[in-house]
């Protein structure tokens, strides 16, 4: 395309999976495309929300996002945040764009307890997005985030894969120290891929002898409700019952691998607090009818803890300018993801869905690649975000060469500004010698 031609230039928020997807179809098919990432590099949860021990699967998905991002009519612009250094406003109206395709996922943990106690986060209560984070990068010798000491007896609330994770790091923390203080290996790939029993037996140990009482996951419904696997639609009892037996299957290897411990039926109240930190959680036992689980009047109990876990879902950042109802963004046509406050706006995954939940796999790597293909690798959700924007754009003249250059204008003013001087050199910049 000649730089004289007309063309549309397309703003993608996010540059992980879906966004690196849907900006390489659109770029394919002609367009521009501006790629406004937060943070120094692309990967987002495949990062910092997917545990480490996914060490290969990690590794290969960040080999196809930088393949996609550095292809011709891409410009990927690092440490811009949507709401910060570039308002909702000025993006979507002061620049002029084609169309804005948000991917820009859902990093915001939903409040524990309505969000009522977050004065004491770092005081005994901590959420699942920064423990995961601190939890992948913490070995690195340039991180400089919160630092976390997982005590025996950890309480975590949830009941997902996403919690299963949580549970997974805590333990593999538990244990690792445990086995250390006697001078023992605590190889962390070694005990997940295993599990800690074989790692304990391997060293001539039981893990009973170890003393530890292990982590707690509080549960509202059934242990069977988990989802920890999802029925087809509409299931039949008979498929519902298969879904439920493959529920126990994986809780069942899970907790043999990992050691955890599990209550289910149980609601948080409040935390108990002594002084400024919290030493405990209230809760009440509860009565499940179908997805419905109602209190017990009477069944209150407080159970003793250092540290409690919300591990209860995310949702997308609240950003000055877009429109939301509840914790998710507006959006007249959910399955296209078209953006109900402007137009030629559109989402795709998890900012749509409010699902930002990390699902780790519980058993083999035949089971990592069913997760990762269909929770965290959303080719599908990036081609269909991108041919929405198609349509969009068929129906609008394309960009005149001036304001196209315009647009580059600002694109290399906002790259200039960290620093950055093309994708490879900056990619190499920004990566810890020390990465796991």
Known sequence: MSPSDPQHVVAVVGGAVSGSVAAEILADHGVEVV????????????????????????????????ARLRKE????????????????????QGWGLSAVLLANGAWRDRPFLGGERDALVGKGLVYQNPLIYWFNHKNEQSYDGPQYEIPDGTIVFGGGLASIDVLKVCQLEVYGRALEERGLEAPMLEMEKKGIPAVCERQGIDPQELGVSGTLLLYRRRKQDMPLAQPVPNATPEQMAKTLAARAKLLEIAQRKYLFRIQDKTLPLDLA?????????????????????????GSEETLECELVISSIGSVPEKIPGINMKGETYTFSDWDLGIYEGAEGVFGVGNVVTGQGNIRASLLHSKKVTQFLTENYLGGATGAAAAAAVEKHLEARAPLPPEKV????????????????????AWISQVTPSDLE
């Not at 250059?405 to 490879?424: A, F, H, I, P, T």
């Open 35 to 66: 790629v406004l990432e937060q943070n120094a590099r692309p990967y987002g949860k495949i990062e910092d929300g997917l545990p480490r021990w996914h060490v290969h699967q990690r590794r290969k998905e960040y080999e196809r996002i930088d």
């Open 73 to 92: 009519g891409v410009h990927f612009v690092p440490r811009t945040k949507l709401g910060e250094d570039v308002s909702w406003e000025e993006l979507t």
């Open 273 to 297: 607090i002594e002084g400024d930190r919290v030493r405990g959680v209230k809760t009440v036992r509860t009565e499940v009818e179908g997805r419905k689980a109602t209190p017990i009047e």
């Open 405 to 424: 250059e315009e647009l580059r204008e600002r694109v290399r003013k906002l790259q200039e500004r960290v620093s950055y001087s093309g994708y490879d």
